[in-house]
């Protein structure tokens, strides 16, 4: 089993968060239960469930502590500058894609990826993202009749 | 009318140009994303939602059944060719299928994974067939607490069955059920968790999650990954013919797998992967040579091919019978049949009748059209994967962005496609399963609506689950699992100790 504090604790975190919300709502009662009573049940065996993983994985981590080499093979970074350029690129095109339209975000989002996948150019990369953005135009916009966020361009 | 003058209104309506087309273009398409490692039936599904506004439900349900039996097709080709499976369906069949590769009977492993999923996928249409309707009929018999009970124990066997640990399988759904009661309350119509941002009334949609998950998350994975371009073992037409022996041993694995599969394609979860496993694990016990299991045993191929895509038709029943999705693919197709304003459920044949056989018989000509695609046209699918990493995974992640936006036309859910592929990585990094989340996102809504309108029947008594025979006779479904399994390592370990 994975040794992780950050995903339980994560669960734990949101769990608290639903359960404080559900007692906003009207929780009724089991004759008439009302729109808080599933929610607070659900969210109280997540807290129930999340806390009892995180403090079993403190204690297993704990013991690891005292056996550094296993706990160093164990972990690997899933973390690189490729993975921060996809996220970062993720988010800049849900951030941006109603200010600067879609098919332009479209464009600068697919020049992004392509560089960060191993497009050696920005010339290439940029060549991609807008041969891409007129393919997507034509087939989803033009063809398929879907409507997407102009933009600046309005 | 009976069932094969049924069939054979179904089977006129089926070879009409327009749903030939649809069924063509569907197992095309499944073809070829299961032969893409990265982008599967869900993806392909997810992507093309947007695109059923437009079509009639019969020719979106026929479009979405072929993307999804073809991509078990599909899977086979990169297992059997490069070790590396399309999809997860057909992670076993690298075993045997490799082998066989690597000892020159690349051909004939392909044969007998192509004939083995056209017979299991004919025999389980067979068996959606006969058996949708009966038990549409009996779920006319229930009720909320019958259906509470369904859904429930579906989430239940869910946890019990996804990869890796429990707790973490039960932490998934449990979180799943949470982000499914955002928005709009299914009973009184009040707002819950929307904190007043108007987009979120509808509640979060789990078609963006289900991208996210699934297609970003994979982007992220292949693209942090230092290959590209998979080298691929070419297979010429005249080297595709099994030898006699090769078809007489694959003939019983291929009919167990198929009936295996079917049965096993009705739980929810990642059925398909479950009888794969399932079929692998019999025809070792069951072969004269269980020692040529993992050194290119045909068996190894025959049975773990059929029995995915005899699953693959198996998952349909509970859809088409229930209305209720009991695999993150089927929700897509109950998705995009509620475009087309049908809701499938027990009076779905009995309302359209000519969708059913049409989809029925479709699903016998698309078995047709995989076979005639597959065999010949192996070489073909396989160049795609030449395509290297670099520019795949960027038109996948482009593809995702678009069709997200094209089906809600909601900038919402690009951020929950975005955030969902970003949490996606992290999951997977640590050990969760995604599929109970996805389902969990799906039925919750159904599991709060049956539990509630339960109480209301009996005025709070929770003993209405266990007093309604059918509702206890689905609670009791795990309890019999727990006890089958408990027995079946009781006698495990009882045998070396008597000799």
Partial sequence: MEQDRSIPLFLLIIGFGFLFYSGKYTIGSLTNPGVGFFPILIAAGLVGLAGVFLWQTHRSLAFLRRSPPKRAAAEESIWGGKAYGVIATLIAFAALHAVLGFWVSVSGAMAALLRIAGVPSWKRALLGGGITAVISYLVFEYYLGAIFPEGFLR | ?499
């Fill in chain 2, 1 to 499: 009318m009976g069932v094969f003058d049924n069939l054979l209104a179904g089977f006129v309506q089926a070879l009409n140009p327009g749903n030939l087309l649809f069924a063509f273009l569907g197992v095309t398409l499944g073809s070829l994303v299961g032969v893409l490692p990265g982008i599967g039936p869900l993806g392909a599904m997810s992507l093309l939602l947007g695109t059923t506004f437009g079509m009639s439900p019969t020719h979106s349900l026929i479009l979405f059944a072929g993307i999804y039996y073809g991509s078990m097709y599909g899977g086979s080709t990169t297992s059997i060719l490069l070790n590396v499976p399309g999809e997860s369906t057909s992670v076993v069949t690298c075993i045997d299928g490799y082998k066989m590769t690597l000892k020159g009977r690349a051909g004939a492993a392909l044969f007998i994974a192509a004939a083995g999923s056209f017979v299991a996928g004919t025999l389980s249409v067979l068996g959606l067939m006969l058996f949708a309707p009966p038990l549409a009929d009996l779920a006319l018999k229930f009720g909320p607490p019958e259906y509470f009970s369904l859904t429930a124990v579906g989430l239940i066997i869910l946890t019990t069955i996804s990869s890796g640990s429990k707790v973490k399988a039960v932490l998934m759904v449990l979180l799943g059920v949470l982000i499914s009661t955002i928005g709009m309350d299914p009973v009184t119509g009040d707002q819950r968790f929307t904190f007043g941002i108007l987009s979120l009334s509808q509640g979060i949609d789990f078609i963006p999650m289900a991208m996210g998950l699934f297609g970003i998350t994979e982007v992220l994975n292949i693209i942090s990954q230092k290959s590209d371009a998979a080298s691929v073992h070419s297979v010429r037409l005249r080297e595709m013919l099994p030898t006699r022996e090769e078809i007489r041993r694959s003939i019983g694995p291929t009919f167990r797998g198929s009936i295996v599969g079917f049965f096993i394609g009705l739980i929810p979860g990642p059925a398909a992967v479950i009888a794969s496993f399932t079929s692998y694990a019999i025809e070792k016990r069951l072969s004269k040579h269980p020692e040529e299991f993992g050194h290119g045993a045909v068996e190894g191929v025959a049975g773990p091919e059929s029995a995915n895509n005899a699953a693959a038709g198996g998952a349909f029943l509970p859809l088409i019978a229930l209305g209720i999705p009991f695999a993150p693919p089927m929700a897509l197709v109950l998705a995009a049949l509620l475009i087309g304003k049908i809701m499938p459920g027990p009076t779905f044949i009995q309302e359209h009748p000519d969708m059913f056989w049409t989809f029925i018989a479709s699903m016998y000509i698309g078995n047709v059209m995989l076979l005639a695609l597959n065999l010949p046209l192996v070489g073909l699918f396989v160049s795609v994967l030449r395509t290297p990493a670099r520019i795949l995974m960027p038109i996948v992640a482009i593809l995702c962005l678009i069709g997200v936006y094209a089906v809600n036309s909601s900038s919402v859910d690009v951020w929950v496609l975005a955030l969902s592929g970003i949490g996606g990585y992290v999951l997977r990094a640590k050990g969760y399963d995604f599929a109970p989340l996805v389902l969990a996102v799906v039925l919750g809504p159904k599991v709060e609506v049956y539990f509630r309108q339960s109480l209301f029947m009996s005025a709070g008594d929770l003993s209405i689950f266990f007093s309604r025979p059918i509702s206890l006779a689905i609670l009791l479904i795990p309890v019999a699992l727990i006890t089958v399994r408990l027995l079946v390592s009781g006698i495990r370990k009882l045998k070396p100790l008597g000799g």
